[in-house]
Nanobody, 115 residues
């Protein structure tokens, strides 16, 4: 079982920055992918960034050049640095881990970007 807890969301003005954190606990091994997703009001959940087991990271076109995903020195932590935020980035952000083919999700953290 894997537990994921996100933090760092909040209200920020357009053009500002936020850094989200995700701490994973429990039995973590054989990670297939780790990543961040978001869900805006009335929309489906969408991929923001995902790191494969090989270490490469892919970003959604909408956030390329603005968002950076990284791992902490303790590999159970990952971050999402979000710069140049736009109102359309407003959403609940979720971290995700896939291990042994099973998806684990945190409860999400709300990011609101005001214009």
């Amino acid at each position: 079982q894997v537990q994921l807890v996100e933090s760092g969301g909040g209200l920020v003005q357009a053009g500002g920055s936020l850094r989200l954190s995700c701490v994973a606990s429990g039995f973590i091994s054989n990670i297939n992918t780790m990543g961040w997703y978001r869900q805006a009001p009335g929309k489906q959940r969408e991929l923001v960034a995902v790191e494969s087991s090989g270490g490469s990271t892919n970003y959604a076109d909408s956030v390329k050049g603005r968002f950076t995903m990284s791992r902490g020195s303790r590999k159970n932590t990952m971050y999402l640095q979000m710069n140049s935020l736009k109102p359309e980035d407003t959403a609940v952000y979720y971290c995700n881990v896939v291990t042994y083919g099973i998806n684990y999700w945190g409860k999400g953290t709300l990011v609101t970007v005001s214009s």
